[in-house]
C-alpha cells in the first residue's frame, strides 16, 4: 500500500477493551517519561558506546525461531516457541540464555516493514526480556553446534494491551573469553497478532491458489487413431505425484476457502497422461509414459477439491500479456492466438473438472500493468484485470487500503491485489524459521490493514504463479490462521470484483513508462512472435490439403498458446527451443506430401506423355491440390498445347499417384520442365521438381521418305504374290495331265500342230521362262524331242522352285 494507508485509525469497542487500553495508556505515560529522564541524563558518547557494544555481538549467534503457537493467540491461550540456537563464532559462548522479547505495538503497516527490516539488536527497540522462568539457559554453545530450545508461556505473562501487532522477539545473551560481559549475542524478531476479542468489522479477504504449470506436452502426436500425445519430458509426473508440487497444492488447497486459478493447458495436459503417451528421449525417439495411475489420481483429487468453490479459468497456455502488448500487437495474427486461448478455456475446464469456470478475468505477470496491457486482456475478452497495488498505487491519500475493485475505465474493472500480503511466501522458505516468520509476517499485515478503518473493505491476495511446495504450504498455514482468526472473512473473487469502488481510490493505469525494467527484461521477444506466425502461416497452407484437419490444427494450435505462455519468462532459449521443435515438427508433417524427383527424359516424336508422381506418407488424405507442370521453352516443348498445364490431385494416405501430362515438341533440344503442387487458392505447396527433356523430333522430309519406301515394298510384295499364283494354277493343271496319261497306260504325244496351237491359245499358256532359256540356248531337251522308253515317268509333276505363298495351301 501506499504510505498514506499505513495509519491506524480507530474502531469502535466493547467496553472491556477500552478499559484495558486506557489502562495500558496511562501506565506506559510514567514509564515514558522516565527514559526520556534517563537519556537526557546519560552523556551521549555513552548511549553511543552502548550502543555499539550491543550491535557489535549480535550477530555472534544464529536464532531460528521454527515455530510459534498458535499464530494468532486469544485470551487464555498459552504461546509457545520453539527454534535453535546455533553459534556461528569461533570462540564458546557461556552462560548462555535464551529470552523472549515482546516489543512494542506496531501502528502501521509500514512499521511491519522496517522492523523485518531490521537484523542487528537494538537495546530499546526489540523490547524487555519477558524473564522471570520463561527461558532456557545453556552452560556453553560450542561453534557451529546447534541448540534446541522450546519455551511456553501463557498470554496473560505477556501484558499485552490493544489490539493490534506487536513486535515479538527471540534473542540470546552470553560471553565470550574475549568479552567476558553478558550481552545480546544473536535475536530473530517476528510478529504476534493480538485481536482476542472479534473484530468490529471483519475484512472480506480473497486468496487465489494458482494451479500453474510450465508447457510439458509438444505439437506431436502418434499416426494412430487415438493420436497418442508426446511430452517433452516427464517432470509433470513429478509435480503431480504424492509429495509433488502440485499434489501438496491440491491437497492443501481442499482444506482452504480460496478461488482456485487454473491454467487449463495443465488439466489438458495430465488429463493426456491419463492414458497412452510417450515421452521425447535422445534424438528423435520416443519412449512409453508410465504414470497414468498417478495422473488419474491427482485428476479425482482435484475435482474433489474445487467442487462447490470458484474456478478462474486463464486462458489456454496462460499467455503472457504483458509481451504480448509490448513486442507482438504489431505481428499480424498474434492477438487472434490469445482469443483461441480465451475460447477454449471454458470447455476444457468443464470437460475435466465438471464445473463451469469464470473466464471473465486477466491476470498479467505480478499484477503489473499499463495501458496497452490492459487493451491486450480487453481484447481477449476479460473485462476484469487483476493487478497489484504496487503497480496501482495510490495516491489520493486515503488513510486506508482501499476495496480492490477499481473502474479503469472502458467498462473494465481492476482488481487490485494487496502486495504485502501477496508478495509475502516468496524465496526459499524450505527452512522452518523462513516460513514461520513469513506466516506471522502475512497475519501482522492483515490485522494492521483491518486496524486502519471501521470501514468494510475487501481486499485480494494473488501469490506467484508457480510457488513452490515449501511455499505453499507456508501460504496454506497462514491462511488457515487467517481464516480461524477473529478480524477476517472469506470471499470469493467474483465477489471482490463487484464490490463498491472506494470514491478516492486511484483508478488511473499507470504509463507504459513505469512498467518495471525487471518485468520488460523477461518478456517474449517480438522475434518470437514471428516465429509464431510464421508456424500460423505454414499450418494456414498446410490444412488445406488435409482430409481430416483436426488431426493437425488442434494439436498445433493448443502448441502455439503454449509458445506464448508467461511461464517462459526467465527461461529464454528454452522457449526458443520449444518454439523451433514446434516448427520443425510442422515442417515434417507437411514434407510427407511431396514429388518424387525425376531424371532426363527423351521425347522421340512429335508428342507423347509425360507422367509425375504425388507420394503421400501421411496416414490421412491429401486432396485439394493442383498439379502443374511448366514448360520453360515453350516454342520448343508445349504442355497440353500451352506453356504449362494443371491437374486436379487427390493421394489416399500412405500412396501415391501419378499424373499423366501430354506434350507436344515443335523443335528439336533440350528443354527444362518444373512440376509445382499448389493448393486450390494458389499457393505453392512444397518443393518443386525440375527435370530436362530432350526432344529428338522425325521432320516432314525424313517422313515422306519413309512412306514412299513403305509403299515400294507393299506393291512389289503385291506382285510376287500373284506371281505364285500363276505358277501354282499351272503346276497343277500339269500334275493332273500326267496322272491321266498313267491311268489310261499310254501317252500319245500330242501332233506338233496341236503343241503349236496349245502355246498360240492365250497369256496364261505361255511356256515359263526358264523352257524358254533352254530352247534358245541350245541345251537340254528340246520341248517336242521324242520320248526315249528308257525315261522313266514321274509318278508326281515337277515342283515350281517359286516360294508358295503365305496361307497358300498345294494339293498333293
Same mark, same amino acid.
Given at each position: 500500500?501506499?504510505?498514506?494507508?499505513?495509519?491506524?485509525?480507530?474502531?469502535?469497542?466493547?467496553?472491556?477493551?477500552?478499559?484495558?487500553?486506557?489502562?495500558?495508556?496511562?501506565?506506559?505515560?510514567?514509564?515514558?517519561?522516565?527514559?526520556?529522564?534517563?537519556?537526557?541524563?546519560?552523556?551521549?558518547?555513552?548511549?553511543?558506546?552502548?550502543?555499539?557494544?550491543?550491535?557489535?555481538?549480535?550477530?555472534?549467534?544464529?536464532?531460528?525461531?521454527?515455530?510459534?503457537?498458535?499464530?494468532?493467540?486469544?485470551?487464555?491461550?498459552?504461546?509457545?516457541?520453539?527454534?535453535?540456537?546455533?553459534?556461528?563464532?569461533?570462540?564458546?559462548?557461556?552462560?548462555?540464555?535464551?529470552?523472549?522479547?515482546?516489543?512494542?505495538?506496531?501502528?502501521?503497516?509500514?512499521?511491519?516493514?522496517?522492523?523485518?527490516?531490521?537484523?542487528?539488536?537494538?537495546?530499546?527497540?526489540?523490547?524487555?526480556?519477558?524473564?522471570?522462568?520463561?527461558?532456557?539457559?545453556?552452560?556453553?554453545?560450542?561453534?557451529?553446534?546447534?541448540?534446541?530450545?522450546?519455551?511456553?508461556?501463557?498470554?496473560?505473562?505477556?501484558?499485552?494491551?490493544?489490539?493490534?501487532?506487536?513486535?515479538?522477539?527471540?534473542?540470546?545473551?552470553?560471553?565470550?573469553?574475549?568479552?567476558?560481559?553478558?550481552?545480546?549475542?544473536?535475536?530473530?524478531?517476528?510478529?504476534?497478532?493480538?485481536?482476542?476479542?472479534?473484530?468490529?468489522?471483519?475484512?472480506?479477504?480473497?486468496?487465489?491458489?494458482?494451479?500453474?504449470?510450465?508447457?510439458?506436452?509438444?505439437?506431436?502426436?502418434?499416426?494412430?487413431?487415438?493420436?497418442?500425445?508426446?511430452?517433452?519430458?516427464?517432470?509433470?509426473?513429478?509435480?503431480?505425484?504424492?509429495?509433488?508440487?502440485?499434489?501438496?497444492?491440491?491437497?492443501?488447497?481442499?482444506?482452504?476457502?480460496?478461488?482456485?486459478?487454473?491454467?487449463?493447458?495443465?488439466?489438458?495436459?495430465?488429463?493426456?497422461?491419463?492414458?497412452?503417451?510417450?515421452?521425447?528421449?535422445?534424438?528423435?525417439?520416443?519412449?512409453?509414459?508410465?504414470?497414468?495411475?498417478?495422473?488419474?489420481?491427482?485428476?479425482?483429487?482435484?475435482?474433489?477439491?474445487?467442487?462447490?468453490?470458484?474456478?478462474?479459468?486463464?486462458?489456454?497456455?496462460?499467455?503472457?500479456?504483458?509481451?504480448?502488448?509490448?513486442?507482438?500487437?504489431?505481428?499480424?495474427?498474434?492477438?487472434?492466438?490469445?482469443?483461441?486461448?480465451?475460447?477454449?478455456?471454458?470447455?476444457?475446464?468443464?470437460?475435466?473438472?465438471?464445473?463451469?469456470?469464470?473466464?471473465?478475468?486477466?491476470?498479467?505477470?505480478?499484477?503489473?500493468?499499463?495501458?496497452?496491457?490492459?487493451?491486450?486482456?480487453?481484447?481477449?475478452?476479460?473485462?476484469?484485470?487483476?493487478?497489484?497495488?504496487?503497480?496501482?498505487?495510490?495516491?489520493?491519500?486515503?488513510?486506508?487500503?482501499?476495496? %480492490? !475493485?477499481? /473502474?479503469?475505465? &472502458?467498462? +473494465? @474493472?481492476? #482488481?487490485? *491485489?494487496?502486495? =504485502?500480503?501477496?508478495?509475502?511466501?516468496?524465496?526459499?522458505?524450505?527452512?522452518?524459521?523462513?516460513?514461520?516468520?513469513?506466516?506471522?509476517?502475512?497475519?501482522?499485515?492483515?490485522?494492521?490493514?483491518?486496524?486502519?478503518?471501521?470501514?468494510?473493505?475487501?481486499?485480494?491476495?494473488?501469490?506467484?504463479?508457480?510457488?513452490?511446495?515449501?511455499?505453499?504450504?507456508?501460504?496454506?498455514?497462514?491462511?488457515?490462521?487467517?481464516?480461524?482468526?477473529?478480524?477476517?472473512?472469506?470471499?470469493?473473487?467474483?465477489?471482490?470484483? %463487484? !464490490?463498491? /469502488?472506494?470514491? &478516492?481510490? +486511484? @483508478?488511473? #493505469?499507470? *504509463?507504459?513508462? =513505469?512498467?518495471?525494467?525487471?518485468?520488460?527484461?523477461?518478456?517474449?521477444?517480438?522475434?518470437?512472435?514471428?516465429?509464431?506466425?510464421?508456424?500460423?502461416?505454414?499450418?494456414?497452407?498446410?490444412?488445406?490439403?488435409?482430409?481430416?484437419?483436426?488431426?493437425?490444427?488442434?494439436?498445433?494450435?493448443?502448441?502455439?498458446?503454449?509458445?506464448?505462455?508467461?511461464?517462459?519468462?526467465?527461461?529464454?532459449?528454452?522457449?526458443?527451443?520449444?518454439?523451433?521443435?514446434?516448427?520443425?515438427?510442422?515442417?515434417?508433417?507437411?514434407?510427407?506430401?511431396?514429388?518424387?524427383?525425376?531424371?532426363? @527424359?527423351?521425347?522421340?516424336?512429335?508428342?507423347?506423355?509425360?507422367?509425375?508422381?504425388?507420394?503421400?506418407?501421411?496416414?490421412?488424405?491429401?486432396?485439394?491440390?493442383?498439379?502443374?507442370?511448366?514448360?520453360?521453352?515453350?516454342?520448343?516443348?508445349?504442355?497440353?498445347?500451352?506453356?504449362?498445364?494443371?491437374?486436379?490431385?487427390?493421394?489416399?494416405?500412405?500412396?501415391?499417384?501419378?499424373?499423366?501430362?501430354?506434350?507436344?515438341?515443335?523443335?528439336?533440344?533440350?528443354?527444362?520442365?518444373?512440376?509445382?503442387?499448389?493448393?486450390?487458392?494458389?499457393?505453392?505447396?512444397?518443393?518443386?521438381?525440375?527435370?530436362?527433356?530432350?526432344?529428338?523430333?522425325?521432320?516432314?522430309?525424313?517422313?515422306?521418305?519413309?512412306?514412299?519406301?513403305?509403299?515400294?515394298?507393299?506393291?512389289?510384295?503385291?506382285?510376287?504374290?500373284?506371281?505364285?499364283?500363276?505358277?501354282?494354277?499351272?503346276?497343277?493343271?500339269?500334275?493332273?495331265?500326267?496322272?491321266?496319261?498313267?491311268?489310261?497306260?499310254?501317252?500319245?504325244?500330242?501332233?506338233?500342230?496341236?503343241?503349236?496351237?496349245?502355246?498360240?491359245?492365250?497369256?496364261?499358256?505361255?511356256?515359263?521362262?526358264?523352257?524358254?532359256?533352254?530352247?534358245?540356248?541350245?541345251?537340254?531337251?528340246?520341248?517336242?524331242?521324242?520320248?526315249?522308253?528308257?525315261?522313266?515317268?514321274?509318278?508326281?509333276?515337277?515342283?515350281?522352285?517359286?516360294?508358295?505363298?503365305?496361307?497358300?495351301?498345294?494339293?498333293?
Amino acid at each position: 500500500m501506499a504510505d498514506a494507508a499505513d495509519f491506524q485509525g480507530t474502531s469502535p469497542s466493547p467496553a472491556r477493551r477500552w478499559l484495558r487500553r486506557t489502562g495500558a495508556l496511562f501506565a506506559g505515560v510514567p514509564l515514558l517519561a522516565g527514559l526520556l529522564q534517563l537519556s537526557a541524563a546519560a552523556p551521549t558518547h555513552a548511549v553511543e558506546q552502548d550502543s555499539l557494544k550491543a550491535a557489535s555481538g549480535s550477530g555472534t549467534v544464529a536464532v531460528a525461531v521454527d515455530s510459534l503457537t498458535p499464530a494468532v493467540p486469544g485470551e487464555g491461550d498459552t504461546l509457545t516457541v520453539s527454534g535453535s540456537v546455533t553459534n556461528e563464532g569461533k570462540q564458546t559462548v557461556t552462560d548462555a540464555q535464551v529470552d523472549l522479547r515482546l516489543g512494542p505495538a506496531l501502528n502501521t503497516r509500514g512499521d511491519i516493514d522496517t522492523v523485518a527490516r531490521r537484523s542487528a539488536y537494538q537495546d530499546g527497540l526489540d523490547g524487555a526480556a519477558v524473564g522471570d522462568k520463561y527461558v532456557k539457559e545453556f552452560s556453553k554453545l560450542t561453534p557451529g553446534v546447534a541448540h534446541r530450545f522450546s519455551i511456553s508461556v501463557p498470554v496473560d505473562e505477556l501484558d499485552l494491551g490493544a489490539d493490534g501487532v506487536y513486535q515479538f522477539a527471540v534473542s540470546l545473551s552470553g560471553e565470550t573469553s574475549t568479552q567476558p560481559w553478558n550481552r545480546v549475542l544473536g535475536i530473530q524478531r517476528t510478529f504476534l497478532p493480538w485481536q482476542p476479542d472479534g473484530a468490529d468489522t471483519e475484512t472480506r479477504t480473497t486468496v487465489l491458489w494458482p494451479l500453474v504449470s510450465t508447457a510439458h506436452m509438444t505439437a506431436q502426436t502418434g499416426s494412430n487413431e487415438s493420436q497418442t500425445p508426446v511430452f517433452s519430458d516427464d517432470e509433470l509426473a513429478e509435480e503431480i505425484a504424492p509429495g509433488g508440487r502440485l499434489e501438496q497444492m491440491v491437497s492443501l488447497g481442499k482444506e482452504l476457502d480460496v478461488t482456485w486459478v487454473i491454467d487449463p493447458d495443465l488439466l489438458a495436459s495430465v488429463d493426456a497422461m491419463t492414458e497412452s503417451y510417450r515421452v521425447q528421449g535422445e534424438g528423435d525417439t520416443t519412449t512409453p509414459g508410465t504414470h497414468q495411475r498417478v495422473a488419474m489420481d491427482w485428476l479425482a483429487q482435484l475435482q474433489e477439491a474445487v467442487q462447490d468453490k470458484e474456478v478462474v479459468a486463464l486462458p489456454f497456455g496462460d499467455p503472457d500479456l504483458a509481451s504480448l502488448a509490448h513486442n507482438g500487437t504489431k505481428v499480424t495474427g498474434s492477438l487472434s492466438h490469445l482469443k483461441e486461448a480465451t475460447d477454449v478455456a471454458a470447455d476444457t475446464v468443464d470437460s475435466i473438472l465438471h464445473v463451469q469456470p469464470t473466464t471473465d478475468f486477466a491476470w498479467p505477470m505480478d499484477g503489473a500493468i499499463d495501458p496497452s496491457i490492459v487493451k491486450v486482456a480487453t481484447s481477449g475478452g476479460a473485462d476484469k484485470v487483476i493487478a497489484r497495488n504496487d503497480s496501482l498505487v495510490e495516491t489520493g491519500g486515503l488513510p486506508y487500503t482501499p476495496n %480492490a !475493485a477499481r /473502474p479503469i475505465g &472502458g467498462g +473494465t @474493472t481492476a #482488481v487490485v *491485489a494487496d502486495a =504485502r500480503m501477496s508478495n509475502g511466501f516468496q524465496g526459499n522458505l524450505t527452512r522452518a524459521s523462513s516460513s514461520s516468520l513469513a506466516v506471522q509476517r502475512f497475519l501482522a499485515q492483515s490485522l494492521a490493514l483491518n486496524l486502519q478503518s471501521d470501514k468494510q473493505r475487501n481486499i485480494v491476495v494473488a501469490p506467484q504463479r508457480m510457488p513452490t511446495a515449501s511455499q505453499a504450504r507456508a501460504l496454506a498455514e497462514a491462511v488457515t490462521a487467517l481464516q480461524g482468526g477473529t478480524w477476517a472473512q472469506s470471499q470469493d473473487l467474483t465477489a471482490a470484483a %463487484a !464490490a463498491k /469502488p472506494d470514491p &478516492g481510490a +486511484t @483508478t488511473k #493505469v499507470p *504509463a507504459a513508462s =513505469r512498467y518495471p525494467s525487471s518485468l520488460r527484461k523477461q518478456e517474449l521477444p517480438r522475434s518470437a512472435f514471428e516465429q509464431i506466425e510464421t508456424t500460423q502461416d505454414k499450418l494456414d497452407k498446410f490444412k488445406v490439403i488435409l482430409s481430416d484437419q483436426s488431426r493437425v490444427v488442434t494439436p498445433f494450435g493448443r502448441a502455439m498458446n503454449r509458445e506464448m505462455s508467461t511461464s517462459w519468462r526467465g527461461r529464454s532459449a528454452a522457449a526458443a527451443d520449444y518454439r523451433n521443435g514446434v516448427e520443425a515438427y510442422l515442417d515434417s508433417l507437411a514434407g510427407q506430401v511431396t514429388l518424387i524427383d525425376k531424371s532426363e @527424359t527423351k521425347l522421340s516424336g512429335r508428342s507423347a506423355t509425360i507422367p509425375v508422381t504425388v507420394q503421400n506418407n501421411l496416414v490421412q488424405g491429401a486432396e485439394h491440390l493442383v498439379l502443374r507442370l511448366t514448360s520453360t521453352s515453350p516454342r520448343r516443348l508445349e504442355i497440353g498445347g500451352e506453356a504449362f498445364y494443371e491437374q486436379p490431385v487427390t493421394v489416399s494416405g500412405g500412396h501415391s499417384q501419378t499424373v499423366k501430362f501430354t506434350t507436344s515438341a515443335q523443335a528439336n533440344g533440350r528443354a527444362e520442365v518444373i512440376a509445382q503442387l499448389y493448393t486450390e487458392d494458389g499457393q505453392k505447396y512444397g518443393a518443386p521438381v525440375r527435370f530436362d527433356v530432350k526432344v529428338t523430333e522425325f521432320t516432314a522430309t525424313v517422313m515422306l521418305v519413309i512412306g514412299g519406301g513403305f509403299l515400294l515394298l507393299v506393291l512389289a510384295g503385291f506382285r510376287m504374290y500373284t506371281q505364285r499364283k500363276r505358277a501354282a494354277a499351272r503346276a497343277a493343271e500339269e500334275d493332273a495331265l500326267a496322272e491321266d496319261a498313267i491311268v489310261d497306260g499310254t501317252a500319245e504325244e500330242p501332233a506338233e500342230d496341236d503343241r503349236a496351237q496349245e502355246n498360240s491359245e492365250g497369256p496364261d499358256e505361255r511356256p515359263l521362262p526358264q523352257d524358254l532359256g533352254k530352247e534358245e540356248s541350245g541345251t537340254g531337251t528340246p520341248a517336242d524331242a521324242p520320248e526315249q522308253p528308257s525315261d522313266l515317268k514321274p509318278d508326281t509333276a515337277a515342283e515350281s522352285a517359286d516360294p508358295s505363298g503365305t496361307g497358300e495351301r498345294v494339293d498333293r
